[in-house]
């Protein structure tokens, strides 16, 4: 297996193993968990995507989410990105649920801050692609601790933040998150630093999902995400991912932020299909719990 860099210090496409390689040969997943562990991001061209080779792939990292309550997919391990509306095989309207979400999915994130089990990585191919737009564009969380001035590394090295579901959804449409969704999701609060276990790494830990941080006045706390959310995705920080049929993408959720990018969405179909790894013990869940509750 070898690796090429493609981002600003992070994110690398992945030569010589496939997913199939992996799913057939602990040293293939060895090497693709050391080169996800350094990278953050991993790429894969040419690839024969089926529901099952991607589960099956993603499993070799650990336990899969199953579908989250309400969203395509629920109770199977596949989140389903779409405009088509499966039923009648037509474009969805821009004021359609799924659209919202799309548009919810284009503010920078990081998957599943806001459940009680995070997830460690996202596993996502493409297998409609529009032939404008549509990309998915990458920052390093991990990099942007290490860029932050000492003083301020230290101000947050013991801080904690608390993360919603509704918090994101809210920013987009006030009923894109059902009282169902709300209820089964309620603010989760976790440290704002993720070390890696495996590199001992540390990483910042917020999403558009983030918003508070604990002890600190509303306004106080807002104004900081957002300079924190700016400074991750500087520009010159960030590496767009322009997708090709065959391809496939996982990235760490510990240590980055992603954002899906707009397309002509009344005009071209775009699906996406996700797999989500949740967090184990072995990838440094355990720290991030508040120390007190
Ligand atoms: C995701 C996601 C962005 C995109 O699948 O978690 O945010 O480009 N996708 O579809
Ligand atoms: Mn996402």
Same mark, same amino acid.
């Given at each position: 297996m070898q690796t090429r860099m493609l981002g600003p210090g992070f994110g690398a496409e992945v030569l010589g193993v496939g997913l199939a390689d992996v799913v057939d040969s602990d040293a293939a997943r060895d090497a693709v968990r050391e080169a996800f562990d350094a990278y953050s991001v991993l790429l894969f061209r040419g690839q024969q995507v089926t529901d099952e080779l991607q589960a099956a792939f993603s499993r070799r990292f650990g336990p899969l989410e199953t579908g989250k309550v309400a969203s395509l997919g629920e109770g199977t391990p596949f989140s389903i990105l779409t405009n088509v509306d499966r039923a009648t095989g037509a474009l969805v309207a821009p004021d359609h649920k799924e659209s919202l979400r799309a548009r919810a999915n284009q503010l920078w994130h990081t998957d599943s801050s806001y459940k009680r089990e995070p997830a460690v990585a996202s596993v996502l191919s493409a297998r409609v692609i529009p032939p404008a737009g549509g990309e998915t564009e990458f920052a390093s969380q991990r990099l942007a601790w290490d860029r932050l001035p000492a003083e301020v590394r230290e101000r947050l090295h013991d801080a904690f933040a608390?993360?919603?579901?509704? *918090?994101?959804?809210? @920013?987009?449409? =006030? *009923?894109?998150?059902?009282?169902?969704?709300?209820? &089964?999701?309620?603010?989760?609060?976790?440290?704002i630093r993720w070390r890696n276990p495996a590199n001992g790494r540390d990483s910042l830990y917020i999403a558009s999902h983030t918003s508070a941080i604990?002890?600190?006045? =509303? &306004?106080?706390?807002?104004?900081?995400?957002?300079?924190?959310?700016?400074?991750?995705?500087?520009?010159? *920080?960030?590496?767009?991912?322009?997708? @090709? =049929?065959?391809d496939v993408v996982m990235w760490d959720n510990r240590s980055t932020l992603h954002r899906g990018r707009p397309w002509p969405a009344t005009d071209h179909a775009r699906l996406m299909v996700r797999t989500t790894i949740t967090a184990t013990a072995a990838d440094g869940v355990d720290a991030l719990r508040p120390l007190r509750h």
């Amino acid at each position: 297996m070898q690796t090429r860099m493609l981002g600003p210090g992070f994110g690398a496409e992945v030569l010589g193993v496939g997913l199939a390689d992996v799913v057939d040969s602990d040293a293939a997943r060895d090497a693709v968990r050391e080169a996800f562990d350094a990278y953050s991001v991993l790429l894969f061209r040419g690839q024969q995507v089926t529901d099952e080779l991607q589960a099956a792939f993603s499993r070799r990292f650990g336990p899969l989410e199953t579908g989250k309550v309400a969203s395509l997919g629920e109770g199977t391990p596949f989140s389903i990105l779409t405009n088509v509306d499966r039923a009648t095989g037509a474009l969805v309207a821009p004021d359609h649920k799924e659209s919202l979400r799309a548009r919810a999915n284009q503010l920078w994130h990081t998957d599943s801050s806001y459940k009680r089990e995070p997830a460690v990585a996202s596993v996502l191919s493409a297998r409609v692609i529009p032939p404008a737009g549509g990309e998915t564009e990458f920052a390093s969380q991990r990099l942007a601790w290490d860029r932050l001035p000492a003083e301020v590394r230290e101000r947050l090295h013991d801080a904690f933040a608390w993360h919603s579901y509704s *918090h994101s959804r809210d @920013q987009i449409a =006030p *009923h894109l998150a059902s009282a169902r969704e709300r209820e &089964a999701m309620p603010p989760v609060c976790w440290r704002i630093r993720w070390r890696n276990p495996a590199n001992g790494r540390d990483s910042l830990y917020i999403a558009s999902h983030t918003s508070a941080i604990e002890g600190l006045a =509303p &306004a106080e706390g807002t104004r900081l995400l957002a300079e924190l959310m700016d400074h991750i995705t500087a520009e010159g *920080h960030t590496w767009l991912h322009r997708w @090709q =049929p065959g391809d496939v993408v996982m990235w760490d959720n510990r240590s980055t932020l992603h954002r899906g990018r707009p397309w002509p969405a009344t005009d071209h179909a775009r699906l996406m299909v996700r797999t989500t790894i949740t967090a184990t013990a072995a990838d440094g869940v355990d720290a991030l719990r508040p120390l007190r509750h």
